[in-house]
């Protein structure tokens, strides 16, 4: 009897006939899902026609003899159209505007607002000129419409479309031929031919796949929105990011304003742009002054600290604060929010080590303040001298002391001998920390500017917090 189902890899796609435990391709556990091959296509070949399909969509010849491979400069490339999405910080993040034919996978947790960016991106789309598609799965017309009432004008033109059934939503597709689409959300339609519930390993496979066959044959901008799982992670098969073109991820607690929007991704940018938002009554609004605001809340009070910190290819100053507190437990806690978890266990390893400030016994919690995420190297320096601070109970010295104009300002990578390093484009740190009031700005050595410059992590908190030399150490 022919084989009618193989087992997917939902991490990496690696297909096998046989079920495993641990997945041969990427040596993950459980996470082979048993799934039914697609339909035969007409030479009786496996796995829907899958590569017959892709060669029709691009123009190629099927037969294989009159393919030659062409030198590169030979290769005629047009100049990238893209369409303005009318949202500075997303144009920013695709890198100048969405490109037609081109597939976005757009993923973030549920309530962050996925819905609400490509809604609005549809409302301006169209207001400018562009035929669009809004396809919902998740959400009736009517809701769709109600979201739209509170977004801007642009936003109740666009064509909706409330339907699951893949078919039917690339016949509508073939017939509008718009020049934007978004899916919301891609894990909610589902082919008629496969078996397995939307959103599984193959039917969202099978779904993107289809979708992208059309968008590139007609020049559609797609823009699929996908869930999240809990820890993060694009839900459905790895092979999704491998298949689109630009993959953006929506960042931050839904209970706080900020949203960050980030490229994982992407054929047509660079991978390194973040955007910032903030979730109003209107809808999404770009954050263009989040440093200036930062520095303003920032308190100032014992524990924190503003981290020069780099999104991307800009520059964005904000408040890290910690606390420290007697623990009762027999593990303390250590919290994080915005940063990493092994990257504070590493920072306070450093800090007792070389440092000599001591949490042992004490609960510690670092928090980058408005929901923001920072991951990059650079943000050390900031925790450490911030837990130090909040340790001792002791504020970090402003400069000049006498009229405190702003809080003081860092960045820098600690090594693991207790040496601060240097870390990318100290220039483009100390400019904004600068322009926002913030001088001395404790930083690396080589770091330019008139930053007060640390070789080692000692050497900086002798800086910040000076008075702790003089102080006794409270019992923590
Ligand atoms: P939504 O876009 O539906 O999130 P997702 O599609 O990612 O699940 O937006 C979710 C939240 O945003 C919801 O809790 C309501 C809020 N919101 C506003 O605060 N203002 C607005 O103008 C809109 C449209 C939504
Ligand atoms: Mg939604």
């Not at 490509?118 to 959400?139: C, P």
């Not at 959103?199 to 590139?216: C, T, Y």
């Not at 080590?353 to 990059?376: I, K, L, P």
Request: glycine share 12%.
């Amino acid at each position: 009897m022919p084989r009618t189902t193989m087992h997917v890899c939902s991490q990496c796609g690696f297909q096998s006939a046989q079920w495993h435990g641990q997945c041969p391709g990427c040596e993950a556990w459980n996470t082979l899902v048993e799934e039914p091959l697609g339909p035969r296509s007409v030479d009786g070949r496996p796995g829907a026609g899958r590569a017959g399909r892709r060669g029709s969509a691009r123009g190629l010849a099927s037969t294989g003899a009159s393919l030659v491979a062409r030198p590169l400069r030979e290769v005629g490339a047009a100049p990238i159209s893209r369409m303005a999405t009318g949202i500075g910080e997303l144009d920013r993040v695709l890198g100048g505007g969405l490109v037609p034919g081109s597939l976005v996978l757009l993923g973030g947790s549920p309530g962050i607002g996925k819905s609400t960016i490509t809604n609005m991106v549809l409302g301006n789309l169209q207001r400018a000129g562009h035929r669009t598609l809004y396809v919902s799965g998740e959400e009736s017309a009517e809701q769709v419409r109600l979201r739209a009432e509170r977004l801007a004008p642009g936003a109740l033109e666009v064509p909706v479309l409330a339907e699951t059934d893949l078919e039917m939503v690339l016949d509508v597709l073939a017939a509008q031929a718009p020049h934007a689409c978004v899916i919301d959300s891609v894990q909610t339609l589902h082919a008629r031919e496969l078996s397995g519930a939307p959103g599984s390993v193959g039917q969202v496979r099978e779904v993107a796949g289809r979708i992208m066959e059309l968008a590139k044959a007609r020049g559609v901008a797609v823009i699929l929105v996908g869930h999240v799982t809990k820890d993060g992670a694009l839900a459905g098969p790895r092979v999704l990011e491998h298949l689109v073109d630009c993959v953006l991820q929506f960042e931050g607690e839904r209970e706080r304003p900020y949203r960050e929007l980030r490229a994982l991704k992407n054929r047509f940018g660079s991978t390194n742009e973040a955007g910032l938002f903030e979730m109003r009554q209107g809808g999404l609004v770009e954050v263009l002054d989040a440093s200036a605001r930062f520095v303003a809340e920032a308190t100032r009070a014992p524990g924190s600290v503003v981290l020069a910190a780099m999104e991307g290819s800009r520059p964005l100053l904000v408040e890290v604060q910690a606390l420290v507190a007697p623990s009762e437990l027999e593990q303390p806690r250590r919290v994080v929010s915005g940063i990493d978890r092994n990257r504070l266990a590493l920072v306070l390893a450093i800090l007792s080590r070389h440092g000599r400030v001591s949490t042992a016994g004490s609960d510690v919690f670092v928090n980058v303040v408005g929901g923001v995420r920072v991951d990059e190297p650079g943000c050390d320096l900031a925790v450490a001298l911030a837990v130090a601070s909040a340790s001792r109970g002791v504020p970090i010295e402003a400069r000049p002391p006498a009229h405190r104009p702003a809080p003081r300002a860092c960045f820098g990578e600690l090594g693991l001998t207790g040496e601060l390093r240097w870390v990318g484009h100290p220039e483009r740190r100390l400019e904004e920390a600068v322009r926002h009031g913030c001088s001395g700005v404790i930083a690396p050595k080589d770091s330019g500017g008139d930053a007060f410059e640390a070789g080692t992590l000692l050497e900086a908190l002798a800086e910040a917090l000076p008075s702790q030399e003089r102080r006794p150490a409270r019992a923590a």
